[in-house]
């Protein structure tokens, strides 16, 4: 549907979109496929007439590892895929920001770099008693310019999301609700943000879109406020020696 990529299988249940990040022998780690695909989803969802919420959540034993070693070794290399992922990488954010219909995360298991992403810029948040969150960015060498450190400090405070993104410290499930970095601790993640998207579609169209829309502008400026900058940092981070030279040692070690 949506003439998405292998990487994200979405399905139609009546008004609702199921979106399955759909890599699962490699914990849906990103690829290029997948960032793509990310970068048009929340266009297409917003311009589908007949959607009126999504619940997004990963194939497998995990929402999704983060970044595969192997797309993180060619951006070290390639100048053109670098220019390309920055690029998706700012569709992602505001298209999620500014997607017109309510998106809730069905957080299955670790939710790590783009991953806690997309839970971060997510409506409401269903998360695994097992599962975690964690921005490992500048553990690889990277800036997270692509949400974590963009709109951490929107939900919890400016100290612990310093803490977080500079360290890349997990977060548990109970630890996310407490912070506000997730809504609720579920035992069946997808079956519960289900639950949540059906009951919020038989509510009046107008007034919860609108309403979505209300909230979220504020979360629009506070990207704005820090986008173009997060892109350039990262973008440069990805031509730094800290960043081959890490990209290297994880690959060796996967091999």
């Known amino acids: ?22 890599r699962p ?3 849906n780690a990103v690829n290029d496929n997948l960032h793509v695909g990310l970068a048009r989803l929340w266009q297409r969802l917003s311009d589908d007439p007949t959607a009126r ?36 990488g700012r569709e992602i954010v505001l298209g999620m920001a500014r997607c017109r219909i309510p998106v809730i995360a069905a957080v299955n298991g670790p939710a790590v770099g783009l991953g806690c992403s997309l839970v971060a810029l997510s409506d409401i948040v269903y998360i ?15 800036v997270a310019a692509d949400g974590g450190p963009l709109t951490w400090p929107l939900h919890i405070s400016l100290m612990l999301a310093k803490e977080y993104a500079l360290t890349g410290t997990k977060i548990g499930a109970a630890r996310a609700v407490e912070l506000g970095l997730a809504n609720h601790v579920a035992a069946d993640p997808l079956a519960e943000a289900t639950v949540c998207a059906q009951r ?56």
């Open 1 to 22: 549907m949506y003439d998405m990529p292998r990487e994200i299988d979405v399905r139609a249940d009546g008004g609702l979109r199921i979106i399955t990040l759909n």
């Open 25 to 27: 022998d490699d914990l």
């Open 53 to 88: 919420a999504a619940v997004l959540t990963g194939s497998g034993r995990a929402f999704s590892a983060g970044g595969d070693f192997a797309y993180l070794a060619e951006l070290a290399q390639d100048a053109e895929l670098r220019a390309k992922t920055i690029r998706d």
């Open 128 to 142: 695994a008693e097992d599962a975690f969150l964690a921005d490992p960015h500048v553990q690889v060498g990277l």
């Open 200 to 255: 919020i579609m038989t509510l009046p169209q107008q007034a919860v879109e609108s309403t979505k829309r209300l909230l979220n502008i504020h979360l629009e400026r506070a990207v704005l406020a820090s986008l173009d900058y997060a892109l350039s940092a990262e973008h440069q981070s990805f031509t730094t020696d800290d960043f081959r030279s890490i990209v290297s040692k994880l690959n060796s070690g996967k091999n």
